[in-house]
């Protein structure tokens, strides 16, 4: 088992590896406080389109998804990635295991920007599941690419 301190360390820095924005980082060493990024398509006058990223504070719903999920997982939560589809909302979870034997392979994966998430499907629940994506740093958030 490991102290909260060793977790709340290891989600600063994969926070810093994933090209968190910097205010971003000391707003969470600070507060703790959890965030959300939503991918977000800015249209100017004359212009294409711009595909960026704000942080928002986690809704309520979301607040009670990350209890769970770390209650049934003995995880933590750093991050959110909020997506829109077609099909519906999925919150991304990033997180920092418990089980310290794979840190090493998720610091390998989260180089390549490609984070194991637990995918929370909020339109099809059942279709929530444990995953790698790809993410990207835009603007002071992150966006899920794939």
């Not at 997982?73 to 829109?84: A, K, L, N």
Request: net charge negative; charged share 25%; glycine share 4%.
């Amino acid at each position: 088992m490991n102290t909260n301190e060793t977790i709340i360390k290891e989600a600063i820095n994969r926070m810093r590896q994933l090209g968190f924005y910097k205010e971003a980082i000391n707003d969470f060493i600070e507060s703790g406080a959890v965030k959300n990024s939503v991918r977000t398509k800015i249209i100017g006058i004359g212009t294409q389109p711009i595909i960026t990223a704000f942080v928002y504070d986690l809704s309520k719903e979301q607040q009670k998804c990350i209890a769970d999920f770390e209650k049934k997982y003995d995880s933590f939560v750093y991050h959110v990635i909020e997506t829109h589809f077609e099909f519906g909302i999925v919150n991304d979870l990033l997180y920092v295991s418990n089980n310290t034997d794979q840190w090493e392979m998720e610091r390998e994966d989260i180089s390549s920007n490609t984070p194991c998430v637990y995918s929370v499907n909020n339109t099809y629940p059942d279709y929530s599941e444990f995953g790698s994506i790809i993410v990207q740093p835009k603007s002071v958030g992150l966006i899920r690419v794939s």
